[in-house]
């Protein structure tokens, strides 16, 4: 019998899985090894796209690697850079977008994602469909982690009830597991409001 209690990871995949449908643009902010890219990859389907970034070389290395391996290379625009950017890229309204943060797999662990991360989540917020979802997956036993979580906390707080609606799913037993946490916008782009960029 299967757990029904899942991996962050696992968690963060359902909850992409309830909100996307062929044919859909989706964003990958954080590609790493490639493994969500591929998913989401699958879940749009041969008439969808994925917009997937990252910053470091070895991860788009990777991650196009994976998408030959899947052939899925074809759905997917690969770009290295800082997701902090994502607003100089001719992106569409996306449904929705996954930001797996922390450090590369079997990487130098003192590269993390760094402050532009919540620029990038503010970027992503603005090109999101009206019920449309934000997914975060948060590694928080680290301190670069924990720092980042509290920024994503007053982030979280500052956008108004009526064009945010946020879930946080932790796991209470393990103090340093990841935690997951569900963005889903209620009003259209042109309706919410940039809000001002909350620094570490």
Same mark, same amino acid.
């Given at each position: 019998m299967s757990s029904l209690i899942k991996s962050a990871v696992e968690i963060s995949h359902q909850l992409l899985a309830t909100a996307i449908h062929e044919g859909d643009t989706v964003l990958d902010a954080t590609a790493g090894r490639g493994r969500d890219t591929c998913f989401l990859a699958q879940l749009v389907g041969e008439k969808g796209t994925v917009w997937a970034f990252d910053i470091q070389i070895e991860a788009?290395? @990777?991650?196009?690697?994976?998408?030959?391996?899947a052939g899925l290379v074809s759905r997917v625009h690969?770009?290295?850079d800082d997701h902090a950017n994502l607003a100089a890229y001719a992106i569409p309204s996306i449904t929705a977008a996954i930001f797996n943060l922390g450090w590369l797999p079997? @990487?130098?662990r003192s590269i993390v994602s760094g402050a532009g991360t919540i620029k990038a989540l503010q970027s992503a917020l603005l090109m999101l469909k009206e019920g449309g979802i934000l997914v975060v997956v948060a590694y928080i036993g680290h301190s670069e982690g924990a720092d980042e979580y509290s920024a994503l906390l007053r982030w979280i707080t500052s956008l108004p009830k009526s064009e945010a609606r946020c879930l946080q799913i932790s796991f209470p037993a393990?103090?340093?597991?990841?935690?997951?946490?569900?963005i889903e916008k209620t009003l259209t782009t042109g309706n919410l409001r940039a809000q001002p960029a909350l620094h570490k």
């Open positions: 788009c290395r @990777s991650t196009a690697h994976a998408l030959v391996q690969l770009i290295c079997g @990487s130098d393990h103090e340093q597991a990841p935690i997951v946490l569900l």
